[in-house]
């Protein structure tokens, strides 16, 4: 079973401009959720995608969005971006059932897209 | 809200030494625990998981970790530690109620000498 592909794998974007980051989870996965890590601020959730809809988002600005296609692919996307936006950004899928998460099972990772804004 | 603590940001073993990662959370009820490790410029990837049953959980690669409700602690160990045990390691915690999303600790980059 193929895992999480996360594309691409670096980007270099300038202050300002607008970036779109890719996630395909594993087959049978429908929820995607999308983490930023950053060496100041460790691991953070960024939302959750579940059936195309946002059901959980963490404390970051609006700038941060995301959507999920109806094969469960899902993108994020940053606009504005600033300096501080230089991240490593992670895609985790998970197994669901219904409408709750299954909180005891675990989170897929792939290899993260690294974001450098200069 | 659930936070999670790892105990040194460091640590540095002998090859060959025993490996004690500690993480201790905090919550009203008791979380759902993970460990994962995360090797150079690599996503996460998950070493064991704690739900309910056995407190004593094991992982991949010889980890295993123990859970202590009484101490909020699930301190991640191995016997014997290996030159390609050398990564970062991440405790992780997430709740049955509310938002479920991970909550992760600060990490703890584990160097192992020869």
């Known amino acids: 079973k193929a895992g999480v592909t996360q594309t691409p794998r670096y980007l270099i974007k300038t202050r300002g401009q607008q970036v779109t980051l890719s996630c395909s989870p594993i087959?049978?996965?429908?929820?995607v959720s999308w983490y930023q890590q950053t060496p100041g601020q460790g691991l953070q959730f960024l939302f959750e995608?579940?059936?195309?809809?946002?059901?959980n988002k963490g404390n970051f600005p609006g700038r941060f969005s995301g959507r999920q296609f109806s094969n469960s692919r899902s993108e994020m996307n940053v606009s504005t971006l600033e300096l501080g936006d230089s991240a490593l950004y992670l895609c985790?899928?998970?197994?669901?059932?219904?409408?709750?998460?299954?909180?005891?099972?675990?989170?897929?990772f792939g290899q993260g897209t690294r974001l450098t804004v200069v | 809200a659930q936070s999670v603590t790892q105990l040194g940001s460091h640590v540095s073993v002998s090859e060959g030494a025993l490996v004690l990662l500690r993480c201790n959370y905090s919550s009203s009820v008791p979380p759902y625990l993970f460990w994962y490790v995360q090797y150079p410029n690599q996503g996460l990837q998950l070493l064991l998981k704690?739900?309910?049953?056995?407190?004593l959980v094991k992982g991949i690669n010889g980890f295993e970790a123990e859970f202590k409700k009484s101490e909020t602690s699930f301190h991640l160990t191995k016997p014997s530690a290996h030159m390609s045990d050398a990564a970062e390691y991440f405790c992780a915690v997430r709740m049955d109620t509310g938002r479920r999303a991970l909550t992760f600790g600060s990490g703890t980059r584990l160097q192992v000498q020869p």
């Open positions: 087959s049978g996965h429908r929820s």
């Open positions: 985790a899928s998970s197994a669901r059932q219904g409408q709750t998460p299954l909180a005891n099972t675990e989170a897929f």
């Open positions: 995608y579940f059936s195309e809809t946002q059901r």
């Open positions: 704690y739900t309910t049953g056995a407190t």
